[in-house]
């Protein structure tokens, strides 16, 4: 199985910042990562697919990118509704693998 | 709209059998695949397996002895069996439906919460 490590665990930022989550996976998946924001007792909703497009309905502040084996999601000027968790996922083989999440939380 | 509903039991015995079942409406399962994803309370998530748009299925390889996904086009469901469960696999059960080009879970459930517990 293709395992996806995910990094920073947790993160603490301020309003307006920028943050970067990084996305490692065990070999190259050759961009076919998704990220997912999961917001507070709610289900994970898709952000990004094909490591840089964007989903319907997702703000101009999210951008993915990477290839290979290294991704990340850059969130820019900070929003306090973006205070979730972060799941990259890859769908180039099954089983799909997912990321073990990173926490953002407000400074 | 696209809409997923899972429904089920809130507690299984141990040892016992989970049933659950996602309501779609919005899409035809024979246009989209559907996926069951877990995860236990506060941790990450585990993708369980898919039901493919022509019927057949396939299982994450650490649950597929244990584990069974069906449907019923016509009542537009998704099913999911899971046997011998015990206590790690109490968590929030999702089906999600994923994108047929790609395994990308576009739309998802609200999530139900299995506990397994005597």
């Known amino acids: 199985d293709i395992q996806m490590t995910q990094s920073p665990a947790s993160l603490s930022a301020s309003l307006g910042e920028t943050v970067t989550i990084e996305c490692l996976a065990s070999?190259?998946?050759?961009?076919?990562l998704a990220w997912y924001q999961q917001k507070p007792g709610k289900s994970p909703q898709l952000l990004i697919y094909?490591?840089?497009s964007l989903n319907d309905g997702v703000p101009s502040r999210f951008s993915g990118s990477g290839s290979g084996t290294q991704y990340s999601l850059k969130i820019n000027s900070l929003q306090s509704e973006d205070v979730s968790i972060y799941f990259c996922?890859?769908?180039?083989?099954?089983?799909?693998?997912f990321g073990g999440g990173t926490k953002l939380e407000l400074k | 709209q696209v809409q997923l509903k899972e429904s089920g039991p809130g507690l299984v015995q141990p040892s016992q059998t989970l049933s659950l079942t996602c309501t779609v409406s919005?899409?035809?399962?024979?246009?989209?695949?559907v996926s069951w994803v877990r995860q236990p309370p506060g941790k990450g998530l585990e993708w369980m397996g898919v039901?493919?748009?022509?019927?057949?299925?396939a299982y994450n390889s650490l649950l597929k002895s244990r584990l069974s996904i069906s449907r019923d086009i016509s009542k537009s469901q998704v099913f999911l069996k899971m046997n011998s469960l015990q206590t790690e696999d109490t968590a929030t059960y999702y089906c999600?439906?994923?994108?047929?080009?790609?395994?990308?879970?576009?739309?998802w459930g609200q999530g139900v919460m299995v506990t397994v517990s005597s």
């Open positions: 070999e190259d998946i050759y961009s076919n």
């Open positions: 919005g899409f035809s399962l024979t246009s989209y695949h």
């Open positions: 996922q890859q769908n180039y083989d099954s089983p799909r693998t």
């Open positions: 094909y490591a840089n």
């Open positions: 999600a439906r994923e994108r047929t080009i790609a395994a990308i879970f576009d739309y």
């Open positions: 039901i493919w748009t022509g019927g057949s299925t």
